[in-house]
């Protein structure tokens, strides 16, 4: 269980202590740090398959299981497949949509896939990080074993203490959420008996789910475990992470393209970047605080932001689609329009996603347009042919990356991209697309 540094000696592993200087750790029961730097110990954190994917709020919970095995310790991911059919209260302001036991099958399979793809494509993967359904103990329970032999364990005012029910009493909970925190605890037990797993981790609106797990693992075997919970993600300015004007950013590649992926990490500010690159990649103490340093001593350059996206893309994806998305931006913003016409449809797609589009008769184009009549009156890309006069003269106008400086210059089929499209561009960072209609 040990780190060696260039002299050979043997660095003190501490798990906590690295999730406390990367601004993760959130709480922990009291003996568990002892714990961790004596012995190999098993921990696991729990994943509700309430979607058929995971997203980057998931993924802090991920690089957590990946650091605990950096230590030599045990980690076992759990896909809620029983869990998922009943929806944690925690942080919920409303009852969840129950889903359907087929839709939670599906979404557990795509979940498992998924996180076993991400967990072992990591550079502590010394052994397959194991995988666990808990609908494979609670689908044997009955509901007179469930009420006897557990939740005789649990006293209403020992479950209604707990946060996640509380917040919930002013508006209303179902005695099925009111519940969770019983099949979570019995999860907990369950692996403890089974697994000798002694610690849940998880985010730190789980607290009182794993605080009642370790209660019935003390009350029904006498013996103790232990819970660490880590902060949730938060952004700077207070909006929430993970959230992009098209919604969540998913760790599927279908729901969002390893394009739009990078684009997420690529686009965050200074201060975030300087806190994310320390929750989502494994890059060391040292390594980090030299490149922050060089980062704010030249913001424009986004040092931070260029290797939080390249670190997270290779490991949520691959190498070869962080690449891709770095050869796609440069092309954007650098390179050719013989460059652009070349990429791939679906990356193009991602690309020049949320860009305004318009549309132009294939016949006009044939026949030719001045630049300002399509400017204004085929595309509204400008509000008056006296604007597009002057963005024209100011050298602010691109068509397909080329500058336009005549007023009287005419647009026709020529101009179309791959028979297509023109691209225009005004100012550095204004796209737009213009398509031919036939």
């Known amino acids: 269980m040990g780190n060696l540094n260039l002299k050979g000696n043997i660095l003190v592993n501490d798990f906590i202590q690295e999730l406390k200087w990367r601004g993760q750790f959130n709480n922990a029961t009291p003996e568990i740090e002892n714990l961790l730097n004596q012995e190999k110990i098993t921990g696991y954190i729990g994943f509700d398959p309430t979607s058929d994917s995971l997203h980057v709020g998931s993924l802090a919970q991920i690089i957590t299981l990946i650091r605990f095995q950096k230590y030599g310790h045990k980690p076992i991911a759990l896909v809620g497949g029983a869990t998922g059919m009943i929806g944690d209260p925690s942080g919920k302001k409303a009852e969840r949509k129950l ?23 990591n550079p502590f993967a010394s052994e397959p990080i194991e995988m666990v359904n808990n609908i494979d103990w609670i689908k044997n329970l009955t509901v007179i074993d469930f009420l006897r032999d557990i939740g005789k364990r649990f006293t209403v005012n020992y479950m209604l203490a707990k946060d996640s029910v509380k917040s919930r009493l002013e508006t209303e909970i179902s005695f099925t959420e009111f519940t969770y925190q019983i099949l979570q605890a019995y999860d907990f037990y369950w ?12 985010g730190s609106d789980q607290w009182g789910n794993i605080t009642s797990g370790i209660e019935l ?47 997420f990490w690529i686009n965050t500010s200074d201060e975030d970047a300087k806190n994310f690159i320390k929750i989502f990649t494994f890059l060391e103490k040292e390594e980090i ?44 913003f650098n390179g050719s329009i013989e460059e ?15 860009v305004p589009v318009s549309h132009i008769p294939y016949s006009t184009l044939e026949s030719g347009v001045e630049v300002v009549d399509f ?31 005549d007023t009287k210059q005419l647009i026709t089929s020529n101009h179309l991209i791959n028979n297509k499209y023109i691209l225009v561009q005004k100012g550095k960072k204004n796209y737009y697309l213009c398509y031919a209609e036939k």
């Open 191 to 202: 692996l403890f008996t089974h697994k000798n797993c002694k610690l849940q981790m998880g």
């Open 217 to 263: 693992i003390r009350k029904m075997t006498g013996e103790e475990a232990h819970g660490i919970t880590t902060n949730l993600i938060t952004k700077a300015d207070g909006t929430k992470f993970g959230k992009t004007e098209s919604g969540n950013v998913w760790l599927d590649r279908n729901k969002t393209s390893p394009y739009k992926f990078y684009q």
């Open 289 to 332: 605080d030299e490149l922050i340093e060089k980062h704010f001593q030249a913001p424009h350059e986004r040092l931070l932001q260029k290797r939080l996206a390249k670190e997270v893309t290779t490991l949520v994806h691959s190498k070869q689609d962080y690449e891709d998305a770095v050869k796609a931006s440069d092309i954007l």
């Open 99 to 121: 889903l359907s036991e087929e839709e939670i099958r599906y979404n557990a399979e795509k979940i498992k896939t998924q996180l076993n793809t991400i967990l072992n494509n």
């Open 340 to 354: 652009l016409a070349q990429l791939p449809d679906d990356l193009f797609k991602d690309i020049m996603e949320g």
């Open 375 to 405: 400017l204004t009156t085929y595309t509204n890309i400008l509000p008056s042919k006296s604007e597009a006069r002057k963005m024209i003269q100011s050298n602010a106008i691109s068509i397909n990356k080329q500058k336009i400086s």
